[in-house]
């Protein structure tokens, strides 16, 4: 219910419809430069919508929680008889389903090129799978931002800072040399465990990352509205 | 005073709604302590007065009571639940008017109603009569299709108020209800609050004392977090030798 009046309220912002419009010409235009290439694959292709999912989500996940503050209807949701995690949980099942939709829309990009060529059919789908994996993970990182302050900015900021800096983490660990650093630079890399995905391969390791990392986020995102009474 | 006193001059107990105990309640933001051992009860029925300069700390008192905040020590209860224990059963009890109007601007007033009518647990088939009776009791009636953000101040405030009543709580607690309204729609929210507190507990805050006198018989004093006074407004002017519960009111604050 939560869920359903976010999914509504960001489709009736100029914003909300910008981002969604943002995003699929994104993938189109990334479509297109993969093709240039020749060949009828999609790993590329995935692999910059799972960087651009990065980008996305914080923007997605930024007002749900940081917008009731500020508007102080966080007052009201809290003294209704809810638990917060169900509060919270709403919130995050309203951007993830927005995030689904989009992703459904990006399906007539594998759908083009199946008609041109022959792609393997394994990689997109596990591509879709970690797509959806990731998007929930780093949404769930952009709800805990969201609820650490009143202002959206600043929760788009910081998540999206955060998911960067795990991302690229792993090549800077790469200069590092050897070590523990690199080792768990590496591991905590949402890069590290997408590859899988790209390569066709489904493995419950990389898996269980981006449904800890979600959990996480909501854990995180529960713990500080309630510190916050 | 056409609805002053009604619902305020019966007999104790002689209507329905539940009662609320606060018992040294004691809020504190990391050193600042907002309250402290805040101690008063709201008799079923009774619209009690929530006064104080600001800062005095009567929104913290309002937000603990509805579950918004902790309490850092001390006990309360709605009815015979404690919140700390049962938060759910406590907030179902409790209708809620927060000081700055929080609401959700792009949705209709219908919508919204609903959205709140769901969320706190009207069954699915009694959601729309409830709708529609709040909209009638808050005087909705005909912008009830519009959008909560096009409507004017006065009626925002009485969309808060609908939304605190579209559960049928037994407990309403107003944090200034009638803050920013211009005159009418103050002796419009008053007359609303008059009626509504015939069959509920009733618990308000106000900086203005005459709406506190046409409102309330009994008071709550609180100053610097700490509980002045709490009697009836009679008994608080005898006992301040003064002639209205303005003056007794600034003689407590000022000491």
Request: hydrophobic share 50%; with cysteine; charged share 20%.
């Amino acid at each position: 219910m939560i869920a359903g009046r976010e999914l509504r309220s960001a489709f009736g912002t100029a914003f909300g419809f910008g981002l969604v419009a943002g995003f699929l010409a994104f993938a189109g235009l990334l479509l297109v430069l993969a093709l240039r290439a020749g060949a009828a694959r999609l790993d590329d292709w995935f692999a910059w919508l799972f960087i651009a999912t990065g980008v996305l989500a914080p923007l997605l996940a930024m007002r749900t929680l940081a917008d009731e503050e500020r508007a102080g209807s966080l007052e009201l949701l809290l003294t209704s008889p809810v638990r917060t995690a169900e509060v919270v949980g709403g919130k995050l099942l309203g951007v993830v389903s927005l995030f689904v939709l989009l992703v459904i829309g990006t399906l007539v990009c594998p759908w083009l090129v199946a008609r041109m060529g022959n792609p393997d059919a394994g990689p997109i789908v596990t591509g879709y799978v970690g797509l959806v994996l990731v998007g929930v993970a780093f949404l769930s990182v952009g709800l805990a931002a969201s609820a650490a302050t009143a202002n959206q900015l600043v929760a788009a900021a910081a998540s999206a800072g955060l998911l960067l800096a795990l991302w690229f983490g792993a090549g800077i660990a790469d200069g590092l040399g050897d070590g523990a650093v690199r080792t768990v630079l590496r591991y905590l890399s949402p890069s590290t465990h997408v590859t899988g995905f790209l390569r066709g391969t489904l493995a419950a390791g990389d898996v269980a990352y981006f449904v800890s990392l979600a959990v996480v986020g909501v854990y995180a995102a529960v713990a500080i509205v309630e510190a916050r009474r | 005073m056409p609805f002053g006193r009604e619902g305020c001059g019966l007999p104790f107990g002689a209507m329905s709604g539940v009662a609320v105990q606060l018992e040294g309640v004691t809020r504190r933001f990391g050193r600042a302590v907002a309250i402290e051992d805040v101690t008063f009860d709201v008799r079923p029925g009774e619209v009690l007065g929530l006064l104080g300069p600001n800062g005095a700390g009567k929104t913290t008192t309002m937000r603990v009571l509805t579950g918004y905040l902790r309490a850092t020590s001390g006990r309360v209860l709605v009815g015979d639940v404690d919140p700390s224990v049962d938060p759910v059963g406590a907030k179902r009890l409790c209708g809620y008017v927060p000081e700055a109007s929080a609401l959700y601007r792009d949705m209709r007033v219908d919508r919204f109603l609903r959205f709140w009518a769901q969320l706190r647990g009207v069954a699915r088939d009694g959601r729309s009569d409830r709708v529609e009776r709040v909209v009638t009791q808050a005087g909705l009636r005909g912008v009830e299709h519009q959008l909560v953000g096009a409507l004017s101040r006065g009626y925002r405030q009485r969309v808060a108020l609908a939304q605190a009543l579209v559960h049928d709580p037994p407990v309403l607690v107003l944090d200034e209800p009638t803050a920013g309204l211009d005159p009418e729609q103050v002796v419009e929210t008053r007359k609303l609050i008059g009626r509504l507190a015939k069959t509920r507990t009733v618990l308000l805050s106000s900086h203005l004392l005459n709406e506190v006198t046409q409102l309330c018989r009994r008071v709550v004093v609180l100053d610097h977090g700490r509980v002045l006074a709490v009697d009836d407004i009679a008994a608080l002017t005898d006992a301040t030798r003064t002639g209205s519960l303005e003056e007794a009111y600034l003689k407590l604050v000022r000491g």
